[in-house]
């Protein structure tokens, strides 16, 4: 059973910069897709970023392409997305999720088996 445990969420300003990690355990060997959802009160979870961890490739919405920029450090099985020039549109829970598979729905939320339980990120203007 895969683990997914979000972690450095935080209030900001518009403009300031955070970095989210994903750590995981419990995996078996093979690929994943990896990926990062948020869901603001009162709106739809959205899927915003994507790692596969076999290839490397990242997804991102347009929402936040150019502004976040997912990595992950193989070693220590943590998946992570750095997160610049915030808004307050990006305040959110944020949510890790992954899947033992390539990615080839990013950014649908139907695509991943396995879910974290969250970390707040606030943006205050």
């Known amino acids: 059973q895969v683990q997914l445990v979000e972690s450095g969420g935080g209030s900001v300003q518009t403009g300031e910069s955070l970095r989210l990690s994903c750590a995981a355990s419990g995996y078996t060997s093979g690929a994943y897709c990896m990926g990062w959802f948020r869901q603001a009160p009162g709106k739809e979870r959205e899927g915003v970023a994507a790692?596969?961890?076999?290839?490397?490739?990242?997804y991102y919405a347009d929402s936040v392409k150019g502004r976040f920029t997912a990595s992950q450090d193989t070693a220590k099985k943590t998946l992570y997305v750095h997160m610049n020039s915030l808004k307050p549109e990006d305040t959110a829970m944020y949510h890790c999720?992954?899947?033992?598979?390539?990615?080839?729905?990013?950014?649908?939320?139907?695509?991943?088996?396995?879910w974290g339980q969250g970390a707040q990120v606030t943006v205050s203007s």
């Open positions: 999720a992954a899947v033992p598979d390539l990615c080839y729905r990013p950014h649908a939320q139907n695509a991943y088996k396995y």
């Open positions: 790692l596969s961890t076999g290839t490397g490739n990242t």
